[in-house]
């Protein structure tokens, strides 16, 4: 090292990023050491503040290699340098962290156990040998036991186990894994797990037990890191049929949690992307194609040709799959439409219906936290379908600056968002509000994830729905300023926000329903949108929404409401034909409904199609969870069948329409004439696609856009997204999708922050 008395600099440096949580101050440690430099470094509610002196040169490199070094974990943002003041420290250490007033540390995500742990608990001479909880600064729970920031072990759910000598002696050396590993523990000092079976705890060693009973075909709930899952044999069918109907739960697919990757490799059709999804830090559920005569039961996903697979993310896990069966289901522990269960005293009290026994621990879950949920597209596309743990709090980078704002999403899959700068930071997945206890918990979400990230956003964007609970809660809010967006467009903005785009686009936004400012049930938009506004280019052909909201859990009703569309008067007969199976009054009900338009408003509804084209098919007439009935037709569907039927071209003079009657009316019409299922699906498919792309091509030739954005929970169907983009490149569009962000009302908040910061621009420019 050069040491020439010219060469000598101090300096202090402020980095920003995930930088907590993730090894990041060891990491600095140890680089200052090597590099002979002296200073300390300390966490701050703003990130990680450094003060390094020694010569220049190797002060630069320290720099350099702050950021090309750093912990695989860590992501950094920001170094912000600035000389500083000499001073006379020797040496290098670590600092009790700053608590300053503002924050934009970012919390750090819950990790899955790293190789090293996983040696250690498998190891019979280590200290951790089979101990449940071991984690270090690579891995373990992070979000899901933050109470306040900065990170730090007081701050966490394991304030309340104090640190042995030896565990101690390690969280204070820097040349160790755990060096200030906040959640460390051992089987000394940490925190334990016991199986209770009817309010008693069982004597018996409780993995040992509960894999036991598993085996058995009972269901247990475990209690895991962002919450309980109800667990049993995914091969014994008896038990799954008895968890479905405890749970009230009829058809929709469970996720399966497996041994390792040679049992996920029995089950699913596993290509490159999927193991390493699989087997990636974050540990989502990844939905792959079910294997020809996979071992566990049609009821892990009745109609389904998907399983979600994944592989255990903590120690507590891998220990229980020592005794338990190689394949388990691991659904969200609660009943159905309830929020998540994470204490122990709401698991006794809710779960006990529906569980034969309760594996507990006493580490305190703070934040629930469910599975993240991908789906690979192609060998190179992953979409989120469901963000959680694993993912959640790692923000997303806004493409525009913003003053604090709250986006309070929208009603089901609700997730809210907070944006500060170009910081956004989703929530995990709340659920559908449509319940007291999801709502409370909502409420209870926003406090905390406010108090973490200690912004009071004084301006709180919402949906344009007036019915929508979360729409509720932002009227309620005293001194803000509301902006309301349209749903659709907070779709679009959604995926171009995550894109960094701000530029107008085509947006075409297929999902269930949104409020329309026409008073008219939106669901299929062709808009042209940037993120400040929206013109609506074009839409599916307005029918009859029968009866409201049971039409769209009955998808009966939308067979009945497109052949009326389709054939006009002649529908009664052509519903004979398809023996819906009706009763004579709800017959009776619907036919008035659909002549006057009692209780029936007009959509535009993308996923209304599906419905309908799924019961007339006879693919799906019984909707046992939202979306089935499209699933099963994109199931059903050959995906080699290229045809599609000749329509006429979207016309019309303010908006473009699709003729979604006249498609329908071609699906009926091969459908008679004998076609298979799986071709008429296809071709369905393949002539939707080919509408949407004519109308993209004619508002092209209007206003030259040839950037598209695809987003809306329909196209969480891989065989229309695929198609749809291809169409679209071939035409020479650019073609924008979500792949941080799920395309479904997941991403509604992050698409409501985006466009409150682009109107907050444009008013301060104007
Ligand atoms: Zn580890
Ligand atoms: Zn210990
Ligand atoms: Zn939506």
């Not at 530029?503 to 949108?529: F, H, N, Q, R, S």
């Amino acid at each position: 090292m050069i040491t020439t008395p010219g060469a000598i600099s101090q300096r202090k440096l402020k980095v920003t990023g995930i930088v907590q949580g993730v090894g990041f101050r060891p990491f600095v440690y140890r680089l200052a050491r090597d590099h002979h430099l002296a200073g300390w470094v300390c966490n701050t509610s703003s990130g990680v503040e450094i003060q390094v002196a020694g010569a220049t040169a190797a002060v630069d490199s320290f720099v350099r290699k702050l950021s090309t070094d750093a912990p695989s974990l860590a992501r950094i943002d920001a170094i912000l340098q600035v000389d500083a003041e000499p001073w006379s420290r020797e040496g290098f250490r670590i600092l009790v962290s700053k608590n300053l007033a503002a924050t934009q540390a970012l919390i750090p995500a819950d990790v899955s156990t790293c190789p090293d742990c996983f040696r250690e608990i498998m190891d019979p001479g280590d200290r951790r040998y089979q101990y449940p909880f071991t984690n270090c600064t690579n891995c373990g729970p992070r979000f899901t036991i933050i109470r306040q920031v900065p990170y730090d072990r007081p701050q966490t759910t394991m304030a309340a186990f104090a640190l042995c000598p030896e565990c101690r002696a390690e969280y204070e050396n820097p040349e160790d894994r755990r060096f200030h590993a906040e959640p460390t523990a051992c089987p000394r000092c940490g925190p334990w797990v016991w199986l209770e079976e009817n309010g008693a705890v069982i004597e018996e060693e409780p993995l040992k037990a509960a894999g036991r009973l598993l085996r058995e075909g009972k269901i247990v709930a475990v209690k895991g890191l962002g919450g309980f899952h109800l667990a049993a044999d995914a091969r014994n069918e008896e038990a799954l049929l008895t968890l479905r109907s405890r749970k009230g739960r009829v058809a929709k697919p469970f996720a399966v949690m497996v041994r390792d990757l040679a049992e996920a490799e029995l089950l699913g059709k596993l290509g490159d992307l999927e193991r390493s999804l699989l087997q990636s830090p974050e540990r989502p559920i990844v939905l792959a194609k079910t294997r020809v005569n996979s071992p566990v039961s049609p009821q892990v996903a009745p109609g389904n040709n998907y399983l979600g697979l994944m592989l255990p993310y903590t120690p507590l896990h891998l220990l229980l799959f020592e005794h338990a069966p190689p394949a388990l289901v691991m659904t969200s522990g609660n009943l159905s439409e309830e929020p998540l269960e994470f204490t122990n005293a709401g698991a006794r009290t809710r779960l006990e219906a529906l569980a034969d026994a309760l594996l507990l621990h006493n580490r305190d879950i703070e934040v629930p936290c469910d599975d993240s949920v991908v789906r690979p597209v192609d060998a190179a596309m992953v979409m989120p379908v469901r963000r959680a743990r694993g993912l959640v709090p790692r923000p997303v980078r806004l493409p525009l600056p913003t003053p604090p704002v709250l986006g309070v999403g929208a009603e089901q899959k609700n997730t809210f968002c907070l944006a500060w700068e170009r910081t956004a930071l989703l929530s995990q997945h709340i659920g559908d509000l449509d319940t007291a206890e999801t709502f409370d918990y909502y409420r209870q979400a926003i406090r905390h994830f406010a108090g973490l990230c200690r912004q009071e956003p004084r301006v709180i964007a919402h949906d344009l729905h007036p019915q929508y609970l979360s729409t509720r809660y932002a009227r309620e809010q005293e001194g803000v300023r509301l902006i309301g967006v349209q749903h659709h467009h907070a779709h679009i903005a959604a995926c171009l926000a995550e894109n960094g785009r701000t530029e107008k686009c085509l947006g075409i936004a297929l999902d269930g329903t949104g409020y329309g400012p026409d008073g008219t049930v939106w669901g299929g938009e062709i808009l042209v949108a940037d993120l400040a506004d929206f013109s609506r280019a074009g839409h599916l052909a307005p029918v009859r929404l029968p009866g409201g909201d049971a039409a769209a859990r009955d998808p009966r009703r939308m067979a009945a409401a497109f052949l009326k569309a389709a054939y006009g008067e002649g529908f009664a007969a052509a519903a004979d034909r398809l023996d819906l199976k009706f009763t004579a009054f709800e017959w009776q009900v619907l036919r008035r409904q659909l002549d006057t338009g009692l209780n029936s408003p007009l959509t535009s509804s993308a996923g209304r199609l599906f419905d309908a084209v799924a019961a007339a098919l006879g693919v799906c007439r019984v909707r046992t969870y939202e979306g089935q009935p499209a699933v099963e037709l994109e199931m059903s569907a050959d995906p080699e069948e290229e045809g599609f039927y000749e329509l006429e071209p979207p016309q019309g003079n303010e908006s473009l329409i699709l003729d979604t009657p006249a498609l329908f009316r071609a699906v009926m019409e091969d459908f008679w004439s004998g076609a298979g299922v799986e071709k008429i699906a296809a071709r369905f498919h393949n002539s939707l696609v080919r509408l949407l792309a004519a109308v993209c091509a004619r508002v092209r030739e209007q206003n030259g856009v040839e950037l598209a954005a695809l987003a809306g929970g329909v196209f969480q169907n891989a065989l229309l997204f695929t198609k749809l983009r291809r169409r679209l490149e071939e035409l020479g569009f650019e073609v924008l999708f979500h792949t941080q962000t799920p395309p479904n009302d997941g991403s509604i908040s992050l698409g409501q922050v985006a466009v409150a910061a682009a109107r907050l621009q444009k008013e301060e420019k104007n």
